[in-house]
């Protein structure tokens, strides 16, 4: 019944070599964000899609770029993987009916985790 | 900028013992407040969520936090804590800006390990 769907759950790939880590949801939410999480540390938003709208954070390094080609599907894409890139990726949804909405609660995926080599 | 602070990130009880973990954060405006839990090996999942009205919330498997502005915390409870409740716990918050879908600044999390 998964229904934010994280692909793979591990990756590895080699320093400088692009890499693209996906996500899916069922829940047909208007929302979808990418979170870093390294070890011992808290999750760290790097970007959000509002509907077709992306919405960089200010410290998200140029590193990372994300594509929303449909309301179901989001993609993270790091273009050239440095050792400190190696966490875990968190893909959230949520949904925001419109202005004066309340952010309503985000569903989480189970993450994956990159290794650098 | 909004930050979030736990103030306990590793906590060891044993069963039956009552629970509280702290959460503050620093925003000047409207927040929406949150607890998360996860368990080893799953994803995060929301325990509960205040937005409004009565400072004292209620979520899933008997957690409940209060909210308490003047001290712009927010504090979760269990008068009884389970082993089933070995896990990480994180408060987060996101500002209510109204017009944009804002992503949630976490704390770092406290490790919750309940002894049998």
């Known amino acids: ?117 | 900028a909004q930050s979030v602070s736990q103030h306990n990130h590793h906590v060891i009880l044993s069963e039956a013992a009552s629970l509280e973990l702290g959460c503050n954060y620093s925003y000047g405006g409207t927040v929406n407040l949150f607890w998360y839990v996860q368990y080893p090996g799953q994803h995060l999942q929301l325990l509960l969520k205040y937005f409004s009205g009565d400072p004292l919330v209620k979520g899933i498997k008997g957690f409940e936090a209060e909210f308490i502005k003047s001290k712009f915390s927010f504090n979760l409870r269990k008068p009884s804590v389970q082993w089933s409740d070995t896990a990480e716990y994180f408060c987060a918050v996101n500002p209510y800006s109204g017009g944009g879908a804002d992503g949630l600044t976490f704390g770092k999390g406290t490790h919750l390990i309940i002894q049998p």
């Open chain 1, 1 to 117: 019944d998964a229904m934010v769907i994280q692909n793979p759950r591990y990756q590895v790939t080699q320093f400088g070599k692009p890499v693209t880590l996906s996500c899916s949801q069922t829940l047909n939410h208007n929302v979808m964000y990418w979170y870093q999480q390294k070890s011992s540390q808290a999750p760290k938003l790097l970007f959000h899609y509002y509907d077709k709208d992306f919405n960089n954070e200010a410290d998200t390094p140029d590193n990372f770029q994300s594509r929303r080609p449909n309301t179901s599907f989001c993609f993270l894409d790091i273009r050239s993987p440095g050792l400190g890139d190696a966490a875990m990726y968190l893909c959230a949804t949520s949904r925001k009916r419109g202005w004066g909405d309340s952010n309503q609660p985000q569903h989480f995926g189970d993450g994956t985790r990159l290794s650098i080599l």
